[in-house]
RNA sequence: GGGCCUGUAGCUCAGCAUGGAUAGAGUGCUGGACUUCUAAUCCAGUGGUCAAGGGAUCGAAGCCCUUCGGGCCCGCCA
């Protein structure tokens, strides 16, 4: 009996007796309390029912409260009615925290099944390979990663791939600057090679173009080279893209995120998928050849309204657009296509998880990373163009098949940041931008971080030797920037300030990095730990219980963020069950309890807690670290 | 012009999907708690016309409509 099932209880005892008492079937709602005073659970039934019955809420739920007292069952034990007209329910503490203690200790604690293990790929990062990682791709790694390691608690069978655009306008810039530009193709020494192609050859190299036209001849020139894949300049730039996205990569796992499958533009481009689509979207009426106008001569898409325009497929040249990449990629990914990709080992990851590449050549294996569900995280920039790219599958009717864009607001500058950039922008907030070299990488961030949490932890821990304190630094600097990346809604714009970043206190991740921390330190000093098994009715502070309900939760959160692909529920969950935590630690002794008994009670409770708490970080993808 | 998002305490944000009790956190500011299981902590105080107006409802921060402020998107670029 979790707090699922002790709100469950009282919602099925509640309509057995409102049907017994002739009142009509309302859906109504048995919840937490909103506050502590009013008990653990209310329910609502009094205010839906008084429409029908043109009696008043409390009156109902007196009705309902006298019948409930006759038999308040294993889980409840007390029932009110409060002035307001809610019916207010008090647990039976000494039952719900021996079954919230015996849950606890499951190891699959907090999993729900919601997915019945149903293929679902995970697209997220898919950040061009010419530049390094910026804050703004943060933030879709983590909400990507998080989301991918929630939906797998809530029993779904998630494949996350990393798109990779290697023969794109982007990559041409660079290959341009190492070509023709007069940029070494190795970095200076000590800087990452994507830093390098990102920081000095992207950005310098896109603000030469309008001065020097034969640099912008080449790019052209380049890209065609890129998209037919045959030429020294298509090998070189395999060669290039490969070695950013391998550093790249490093930051991503840096951050704690991991994939299944990289799936290559090129490839995608070369595997033919594209004719296969458009016949079938011509022969469907879906695509459509533009006879006059302005798109004269053009595949276009018609839009069903006359405020939008139509989207053109393939240009009057014959030369498909980018979206014509973007459809059979979407419909590779629900497995609407036969695969015309092998898989080739890349990488074994530090998860243990195996990281795959595609492969056109026949020396790969077979393997499938298809989804009935397919969820790509991209920001709401692109909503317009995600949503044309859903209307054009869902024309292909596919029952059972769904493609969904989880968009979300972008990353900004704050005014003091920008200026760090020597950009001024008059008080307001900048825009992030690549080819401007407007941005903070992600690797500065975590370095910088790194600093900062390793001052914190020497002066905590000064016994502790190097390699500890600098594991320790970087945990929790990841903590701190994946928890600033995940805790609000995903249609809120974030202002990245890096001086802010720093602080380590209030809401933030090393908050509840720290409380798991105090309450390894608790169960360390303990020593052996006891049978958890009885004597939980001796946890009777309200601090005692607001932990183990806080701990008893576990698994609606996971449900409900599952449910929204909204991972900030998680994230809010950690922050309260720290905050009981640590109110508990403040306030109740633990090893030096009054008796024995009590010591063994509150251990079992911490440890519920170190355990709960550390599955919990572990779907945002935060280390918990057992010293800080 | 059209579309999407957003507006809640000085600042950053929960709460809105599914209406219900005195609207909550963090931060800031003021004060208090370390010979104690780690003070990256805790406790108290301070701080609100839930952008504005209207509507439906017994009841609105939440639902509907209108207006205003802020951000983003609308290329034969990606």
């Known amino acids: 009996m979790t707090m699922r ?105 907090g999993s729900f099944d919601l997915g019945k293990n149903s293929p679902t790929v995970l697209e997220h990062t898919s950040v061009n390979p010419n530049k390094a990682l910026h804050i703004g791709h943060v933030r879709n790694i983590i909400i990507g990663d998080t989301i991918g390691r929630i939906l797998r608690k809530a029993n779904y069978d998630v494949r996350v791939l990393n798109y990779v655009d290697d023969s794109g306008l982007q990559v041409a810039d660079i290959i341009v600057g190492l070509l023709y530009g007069g940029f070494a193709k190795e970095p200076p020494k000590g800087q990452k090679f994507d830093h390098y192609c990102g920081d000095m050859v992207y950005v310098s190299i896109t603000a030469r173009y309008e001065q020097e036209p034969q640099l ?12 037919e894949g045959k030429s020294e300049t298509a090998k070189f730039g395999d060669e290039i893209t490969r070695r950013v996205l391998e550093e790249q990569l490093k930051t991503c796992w840096r951050l704690g995120a991991t994939y299944d499958c990289l799936n290559f533009e090129s490839q995608i481009v070369r595997s033919g998928l594209w004719k296969l689509v458009f016949e079938r979207m011509k022969s469907m009426g879906i695509a459509y050849l533009e006879k006059e106008g302005k798109n ?82 991209i920001d709401s920039r692109q909503a317009r163009l995600q949503k044309i790219i859903t209307k054009i599958i869902s024309g292909f009717q596919s029952p059972g098949k769904s493609y969904v864009h989880l968009g979300y607001e972008s990353v900004t500058l704050s005014p003091g940041t920008a200026k760090t950039l020597n950009l001024d922008t008059g008080g307001k907030s900048a825009q992030m931008s690549g080819r401007k070299g407007i941005y903070v990488n992600a690797d500065y961030v975590l370095d910088i971080l790194g600093v900062r949490t390793y001052e914190e932890a020497k002066k905590r821990n000064p016994e502790l030797d190097e390699p500890a304190l600098v594991k320790i630094a970087e945990q929790v600097a990841v903590g701190a920037l994946r928890y600033a990346m995940i805790k609000q809604d995903l249609d809120k714009i974030i202002m990245f300030d890096m001086s802010e970043s720093l602080s380590l206190e209030g809401d933030t991740g090393p908050y509840i990095q720290y409380a798991y921390a105090r309450a390894v330190r608790i169960l360390e000093k303990a020593g052996v730990m006891p049978d958890c098994d009885h004597g939980f009715e001796m946890l009777s502070t309200p601090y005692e219980k607001n932990l183990a309900k806080a701990i008893g939760k576990f698994d609606m959160q996971v449900e409900d963020s599952a449910k929204n692909l909204s991972p900030k529920i998680i994230a809010r969950y950690c922050y309260e069950l720290s905050v009981s935590f640590n109110s508990f630690y403040e306030h109740v002794k633990v090893l030096g309890a009054e008796s024995e008994a009590l010591v063994t009670a509150r251990l079992c409770l911490v440890r519920s807690f170190r355990e709960t708490l550390g599955k919990a970080l572990f779907l945002l993808g935060i280390d918990a670290p057992e010293r800080m």
Request: a negative charge; hydrophobic letters at 35%; aromatic letters at 10%.
């Open 296 to 377: 004269a001569g053009c595949w276009v898409v018609k839009s069903d309204s006359e405020d939008e325009e139509d989207k053109i497929l393939v240009r009057s040249n014959g030369i498909a657009t980018y979206i014509a990449k973007d459809i059979p990629y979407a419909c590779w990914k629900l497995g609407m296509l036969d695969d015309p990709f092998q898989y080739r080992q890349y990488y074994v990851q530090r998860d243990k998880r195996v990281l795959w590449e595609t492969t056109l050549e026949k020396t790969g294996t077979k393997l499938d990373f298809t989804g009935d569900r397919v969820i790509t995280v």
């Open 5 to 109: 099932l002790f709100l469950e209880g009282v919602k099925s005892k509640v309509r057995e007796i409102s049907a017994d008492l002739g009142y009509p079937a309302v859906s109504f709602e048995v919840t937490e309390t909103s506050k502590q005073d009013f008990g653990d659970a209310s329910c609502n039934i009094g205010f839906l029912l008084s429409k029908h019955l043109k009696k008043r809420p409390s009156d109902i739920a007196q009705s309902i409260a006298e019948r409930y007292k006759d038999d308040m069952g294993m889980m409840v034990s007390e029932v009110n009615v409060h002035p307001s007209g809610y019916l207010n329910f008090v647990a039976n503490y000494s039952n719900l925290l021996k079954s919230i203690m015996t849950s606890s200790q499951d190891p699959n604690y």
């Open 216 to 227: 912008a001849e080449k790019r052209s020139i380049v890209l065609k080279e890129l998209e």
